[in-house]
């Protein structure tokens, strides 16, 4: 069950979001944006951020976030715009650094590998209390926007 939490929540640090899941026939909530830009989060003003707040819209919606979830989606939301602040600061120093050498570009190869690890890591208990507060039928349209994004690769494209 922990393997299975961490690669969901793994999955869903970013690109996941805009995924495959069961369409809703009933109007979606509103979704608020906790700890996104609008609320001064700390992936304000990037273009990630505005791919990761349309991400969590769509999902807000699909996965019917009720009230009573609700405080559980706003941690995992404020991890979420952290984990992309941070990717978009590691991705920045990179180009800035650049690699000089093989050796060089394979330490930094390492320490991104290292840095998205750290981030999965910090996703896990937000996720894990968020996915114990769905429903049944909200664990599924998760698993199965989970699935679907596995299936696609970790970097947006057909597996191999």
Known sequence: MSLRISLLSAALALPLLGGAAAAQSEPPPAAPEAGGPAAGGPAAGGMAAGRVDNQVADM???LR???AQQPQWEAFVRVLHENAAH??????A???AGSK???DALRAVAAAAQARAEDAQRLV???EALYAAMTPDQQKIADGAIRDFLQRGMRG???P
Request: hydrophobic share 40%.
């Open 125 to 127: 208990p937000v996720f």
């Open 101 to 103: 050498t093989a050796v």
């Open 157 to 159: 494209g057909p597996r």
């Open 87 to 92: 990717a978009g600061q590691l991705a920045k």
């Open 60 to 62: 807000h919606r699909r």
């Open 65 to 67: 976030i009720t009230p």
């Open 94 to 96: 990179r180009a800035e």
